[in-house]
């Protein structure tokens, strides 16, 4: 165990923490590039793909009567495509390897942090039961053919464990900002409260668009794209328009505190890579609207939200610091007792 203590110390579980962020990020990423590329059924079936652990290459992997075999899957009028087979277990294998990393963060944590603070180890818990839930809702988006509701709250479940991994993160790191000074004023944190539920509200009404995007492209098809965007309907405009309003309240607490914060705060650092972020997501957001939504847009447009609704969670996190800081010193003097 002494062994064990010395590789894993505070400061590797923190880098295996971020990793695992990124990780999670990177996963949201390939989920929204199976979803605009179509390849959601390239796998019929869960956990394996086609019946076989490692998929097909060619049709003639498969039997004749594949089609008539998963027919209740969407494949009656389908044909074996090689490309969206392999983007969609490719999608699989990052989930388990997803999986794998939060297992080990656990782990990480209760080496670390067993007996200092145990928040971290149970939150580093909650997140590998998350993951596992998250494994089984893959299963059942699956079986349903791609409901749309499913796959939406597939996407928001990935929100939430990375939020978990989050807090995880900066609970662990509270003590390196213990003498970094970052003043908002009650106002500028009153705006970043409601900047960060306004973004939330922007992404979950992007998944309502997005759900009408996969409706239209199935009447319409790939080859009548440039159609699509005029068939969107009023929950496209108000998406488009509410971007607006999600930046002005953005830059209502980042601008004070850009002002007011020397340039290697690292809260001001994180509120600048925010607005970045959110400028970068509304070019896509116009390359979606003016190009005939590009395939590659879409799930770019999707990471770039949810990785600035990240940052942002773990800027309210810094800027509350103290009270992390009050309850990881309260933890560790309780189990120093024990």
Known sequence: MTSLNNLINERSFRRLALLT???VYLLILVGGIVRSTGSGMGCPDWPKCFGQWVPPTNVNELPVNYQEIYSHRGYANTEFNVVKTWTEYLNRLLGA???VFI?????????AYWRKDRAIVGYSFLAFILVGFQGWLGAKVVSSVLATWLITLHMLLAIVIVGVLMY?????RAALLVNEQTNVSKTGQRWLLISSILLLT?????????EVVDEVADQFGAQQRFRWIDELGIRFYIHRSFSLVVLATQLLWIWPLVKSQSPAN????LALSMVALIGVEIAT???MAYWAIPAWAQPVHLTLAVVALGIQFLVILFVKKETLLINTARSEVRYEQV
């Open 97 to 99: 390897l997803i999986g």
């Open 21 to 23: 962020v990124i990780a």
């Open 285 to 287: 957001g116009i390359v």
């Open 202 to 210: 922007q992404i979950l009404l992007g998944t309502q668009v997005r």
């Open 266 to 269: 690292t809260v001001r650092q």
């Open 168 to 172: 995880v993160m900066a609970r662990s």
């Open 103 to 111: 297992f080990l963060t656990f782990i990480a944590s209760t080496v």
